[in-house]
């Protein structure tokens, strides 16, 4: 059983920056890709970045490239999500999850374990 955990979230003031991270137990961290997705109030879950199970291709949605990075750290079993430049279409929970294929895709059926998500609210 894979267990996800977020951390990092909290209220943040528009142009502000904040960093996820999520932390996952087991041994076979290093071996999937990995994603962050996001749920706006009343909105469907939406696929935010991914990150192979290297590190070395990465996807973000349109409205985030250039403010958010995404990382990993496979000795720390920790994938990150830096962000930058926030505004308030940005307030959201924020859910890492980990993908069945080591490398990157966007589709939500596409992962099968989901951390419990962490708010960031951005205030304008």
């Known amino acids: 059983q894979v267990q996800l955990v977020e951390s990092g979230g909290g209220l943040v003031q528009a142009g502000g920056s904040l960093r996820l991270s999520c932390a996952a137990s087991?041994?076979?961290?290093?071996?999937?890709?990995m994603g962050w997705f996001r749920q706006a109030p009343g909105k469907e879950r939406e696929f935010v970045t991914a990150i192979s199970w290297g590190g070395d291709r990465t996807f973000y949605v349109d409205s985030v490239k250039g403010r958010f990075t995404i990382s990993r750290d496979n000795a720390k079993n920790t994938v990150y999500l830096q962000m930058n430049s926030l505004t308030p279409e940005n307030t959201a929970v924020y859910y890492c999850a980990r993908s069945r294929h080591p490398y990157a895709t966007i589709g939500l059926s596409d992962y099968d374990y989901w951390g419990q998500g962490t708010q960031v609210p951005v205030s304008s």
């Open positions: 087991g041994r076979t961290f290093s071996s999937y890709a």
